[in-house]
């Protein structure tokens, strides 16, 4: 019997309809396009995979996201979306400024001569 508080689980088709949609677009990784990463989906893997799709909300259902709006629905890797866990958007895109700006070489530094 599906739990009360896990409403993917009780309209599991409503959810397998929506996530069936996603993977048809085809889409890549929001997440590693934010952090210039290699974005390819393999949609062919099996979905433990860590490389395997999986539709992300980006508005967590836990923080009050709609569940099968597709506007609320990205894809991404299973791994990235492990990774985010409930970060807002708006905290991916941060960390992944900051990260591309370290590695970049482009990271904002103070140089000052008052020691």
Known sequence: MPSKDNARSSNGARWR?????????????????????????????????????????????????PLYDM???????????IWRRDRSVSEVLAIARRERQQHDGHASVCVTTDW
Do not use: M
């Open 17 to 65: 309809s929506a996530k069936a949609r996603l993977r048809a677009q085809g889409r890549p990784c929001w997440i590693c396009r934010a952090f210039g990463r290699p974005d390819a989906i393999d949609y062919s893997l099996p979905p433990l995979d860590p490389g395997s799709f999986e539709a992300d909300h980006l508005i967590p259902v836990s923080k009050g996201g």
């Open 71 to 81: 506007a609320n629905l990205d894809a991404t890797h299973r791994a990235c979306n």
